[in-house]
T-cell receptor
Framework: NAGVTQTPKFQVLKTGQSMTLQCAQD?????MYWYRQDPGMGLRLIYY???????DKGEVPNGYNVSRLNKREFSLRLESAAPSQTSVYFC?????????????FGPGTRLLVL | AQSVTQPDIHITVSEGASLELRCNYS??????LFWYVQSPGQGLQLLLK??????LVQGIKGFEAEFKRSQSSFNLRKPSVHWSDAAEYFC????????????FGPGTRLSVLP
């Protein structure tokens, strides 16, 4: 049981390049999330998927797209990277089951855009 | 709109000393409140949460937090800090238990002196 896994762990891009961040969970969770973490700002929600086949925008969706490939996988794509997208990206998942359920986070992907 | 402030950016305590991390929130109704811990290079882990009932909540790793509606606060406490508690701590407020409704505070970094 690996929990939430993210690849890659670290990536350097040039402005304008594209890339996809991968996230997978093996806990059979319904909901999955993408956050970005910037110094002094806590986590901000980029996109989420409440269930397989659905995606919705969060607080900071501009410049990103997502795909809920199946129940396990939720990818985040940067079509044309910008320096403002330099951040640490976290994926999380959660079971839909009421107030006792908890979000589980992956280890993060550090992205540097030059 | 909901918001969270964590007044202390960085706190240093000696091992064995008591700890209190402050969290103040703004939310119109009864909030869901959370404390997460992030160890260096890791994702976030839930320490505890409050959504109803007893206003003193016990969590993992010996942490507790108290919800004070009159002060709009949810401060995190631990009676005796261990060196392994050095990490970043995030308070979050939400309209429900689900991540799409969360707002995270900017975090407090805890250093522990031997």
């Amino acid at each position: 049981n690996a929990g939430v896994t993210q690849t890659p762990k670290f990536q350097v891009l040039k402005t304008g390049q594209s890339m996809t961040l991968q996230c997978a969970q093996d806990m059979n969770h319904n909901s999955m999330y993408w956050y970005r973490q910037d110094p002094g700002m806590g986590l901000r929600l980029i996109y989420y998927s409440a269930s397989e086949g659905t995606t919705d925008k969060g607080e900071v969706p501009n410049g990103y797209n997502v795909s809920r490939l199946n129940k396990r996988e939720f990818s985040l794509r940067l079509e044309s990277a910008a320096p403002s997208q330099t951040s640490v990206y976290f994926c999380a998942s959660q079971r839909a089951g009421g107030n006792q359920e908890t979000q589980y986070f992956g280890p993060g992907t550090r992205l540097l855009v030059l | 709109a909901q918001s969270v402030t964590q007044p202390d950016i960085h706190i240093t305590v000696s091992e064995g000393a008591s700890l209190e991390l402050r969290c103040n929130y703004s939310y119109g109704a009864t909030p869901y409140l959370f404390w997460y811990v992030q160890s260096p290079g890791q994702g976030l882990q839930l320490l505890l949460k409050y959504f109803s009932g007893d206003t003193l909540v016990q969590g993992i790793k010996g942490f507790e937090a108290e919800f004070k509606r009159s002060q709009s606060s949810f401060n995190l406490r631990k009676p005796s800090v261990h060196w392994s508690d050095a990490a970043e701590y995030f308070c979050a407020v939400g309209a429900s238990n689900y991540g799409q409704n969360f707002v995270f505070g900017p975090g407090t970094r805890l250093s522990v002196l031997p």
